[in-house]
């Protein structure tokens, strides 16, 4: 069906929302802020299209968004990244 087909696009959306929301919370430390780029993302066309159009670029976005949280993350605490967690 056509849910079936769009369903991995749908839960991807989800989770780079998320993963937006990881990678601000890990620059600012503002749960507010944080929340509202979550909130802007989804509703911009790039997050919007990222969870209707059933793509590859889904799972390369999340995938860059993490990596990008965890450099973030160690560069505030001024640590060495996680190898493990940047794949």
């Known amino acids: 069906t056509e849910l079936g087909v769009r369903f991995h696009a749908i839960l991807l959306g989800s989770f780079i929302?998320?993963?937006v929301y990881l990678l601000a919370y890990c620059t600012t430390k503002n749960a507010r802020l944080s929340f509202y780029s979550s909130v802007f993302f989804t509703f911009?066309?790039?997050g919007f299209?990222?969870?209707?159009?059933?793509?590859?670029?889904?799972?390369?976005a999340l995938?860059?968004?993490?990596a990008c949280a965890v450099i973030a993350n160690a560069l505030r605490k001024n640590e060495t990244p996680s190898y493990i967690l940047l794949g």
């Open 49 to 60: 299209f990222s969870s209707f159009l059933a793509i590859t670029d889904g799972g390369l």
């Open 44 to 46: 911009s066309p790039l």
């Open 17 to 19: 929302s998320l993963a």
């Open 63 to 66: 995938a860059w968004t993490i």
